[in-house]
């Protein structure tokens, strides 16, 4: 069995709303571009290396199109390495919809999308989700995914999509490595899926053994 591998970019305040461009998502959302004055060579090596080894790109529509019409015009570019292997690797498209799907290599999901998913993920060793929010927030809620991998950048915006939009469910995490943060402020935050719910528990009571030990001393 493989690995859903998602790859997010997020604002402190968890905005993952069009952070590429302006014409990503631009309905009533001011910030679309948020990411560009932010990015820097280390948070750059951070992605490369991340999308190193996909076999395969898990993606919603809107991503998708974005996608579509622009990586098979950048290969020989500046962007070369990830345009060749965007290119050359299977695309599976979560959508409602029957849209054309030109890009070589392109194919639509089934309505039953947990197990669309999970098939993929038993034919791939390395599926990446990139970008794709709203199908990111239906992974997370079923738990049809591996690795979190966010890169938080110091800014909050206040308005546009969240991480956590669709709702979340009582979920653990592992963190898979220390965290590292890019000169100009952006956090890598890489997490894998872990097994249970969240416990809870009473602080208090180590409060109260601490004071006693205090006046027993």
């Not at 905005?15 to 948020?34: L, R, T």
């Not at 290396?49 to 996909?54: I, K, P």
């Not at 292997?85 to 498209?93: A, D, G, I």
């Amino acid at each position: 069995m493989g690995s859903i591998e998602i790859e997010l970019f997020t604002t402190l305040d968890l905005v993952g709303q069009a952070p590429g461009g302006p014409d990503e998502d631009p309905e009533g959302f001011p910030f679309g571009g948020w990411q560009a004055p932010l990015l820097d060579d280390v948070a750059g090596a951070q992605v490369a290396a991340a999308y190193a080894g996909t076999d395969a790109l898990l993606l919603g529509r809107r991503t998708y199109d974005i996608f579509a019409a622009y990586w098979p015009h950048q290969e020989g570019g500046d962007d070369d390495d990830i345009a060749t292997l965007f290119n050359r690797v299977p695309k599976y498209v979560a959508s409602r919809g029957t849209p054309d799907l030109p890009w070589a290599g392109s194919t639509r999901l089934g309505p039953d999308l947990a197990g669309a998913v999970r098939e993929v993920r038993d034919r791939h060793e390395h599926v990446k989700v990139v970008g794709s929010l709203n199908l990111v927030q239906t992974l997370l809620r079923d738990k049809l995914f591996d690795r979190l991998d966010l890169w938080v950048h110091p800014i909050v915006l206040g308005v546009g999509k969240t991480l956590f939009d669709g709702g979340a469910v009582p979920t653990n995490l592992t963190l898979l490595e220390p965290p590292t943060a890019s000169p100009q402020g952006t956090v890598l935050l890489r997490y894998g899926l872990a097994e249970g719910t969240p416990g809870t528990g009473d602080m208090s009571a180590p409060a109260r053994g601490v004071a006693s030990a205090e006046h027993d001393a």
